[in-house]
């Protein structure tokens, strides 16, 4: 990663900017941070968000201790040349006290597909059949999920041709379940969906 920024380091008397970490994929910010000259470039060269520590008066890499790094996929500064805009992947949680970010939020989208994806992966995970409907189909395989998705989808065809809206829309939302079911069961999920569509559009 070269460096090709040009940033205003000289408005601030330390020599310092501040730095917004975002999440590539959720948008969430992170976290902010400070970086001089050499926390840019180190941050370039490495791939690796580095900042200057006020506070150890030193380069800091994030995560050089507890392994939780981030990794850099994007930089830009803002019109005045005094702000960087860091979107990146992060390794784990970011803040010290352990939560995602440091404003203490979930890292994930506002949407609640994403957070049924993560509730089926966390239901997958712990794997208690007893309690969990989720945790019964993960242990049946493949082909009864695949079973399933197919199943839910005959329901709702033939909800399709009746007009009761409820029951249609009953169908729509549990072929829909059961279709991230099978995503997470082959490896992927919406995100993996989203950007096929969107290359097909690009093309």
């Not at 408005?11 to 959720?26: N, R």
């Not at 945790?135 to 033939?158: C, H, P, S, T």
Request: with cysteine.
């Amino acid at each position: 990663m070269t460096n090709t920024l040009t940033v205003n380091f000289a408005k601030s008397p330390d020599g310092l900017v501040p730095a917004i970490v975002q999440d590539h994929v959720t948008e969430k910010v992170l976290m902010l941070g400070y970086m001089n000259q050499e926390a840019l470039d180190q941050t370039q060269k490495e791939g690796k968000v580095t900042f200057f520590s006020r506070s150890k008066q030193r380069l800091w890499i994030k995560g050089e201790e507890s392994g939780n790094f981030l990794l850099v996929k994007q930089i830009t500064v803002d019109c005045d040349e005094d702000t960087l805009l860091i979107k990146a992947e992060p390794l784990g949680p970011v803040c010290h006290t352990g939560a995602d970010t440091c404003w203490n939020e979930k890292n994930h989208r506002e949407d609640f597909l994403v957070c049924l994806e993560e509730i089926i992966e966390q239901r997958r995970r712990d794997g208690n059949a007893e309690t969990s409907y989720v945790a019964r189909l993960f242990d049946k395989g493949i082909n009864k999920i695949a079973q399933k998705v197919g199943e839910e989808a005959v329901e709702l065809v033939i909800e399709s041709k009746d007009h009761d809206d409820k029951l249609f829309l009953n169908e729509a939302a549990d072929l829909l379940f059961h279709y991230l079911i099978l995503l997470n069961a082959k490896g992927y999920n919406l995100q993996d969906v989203t950007d096929v569509l969107r290359g097909r559009h690009e093309n």
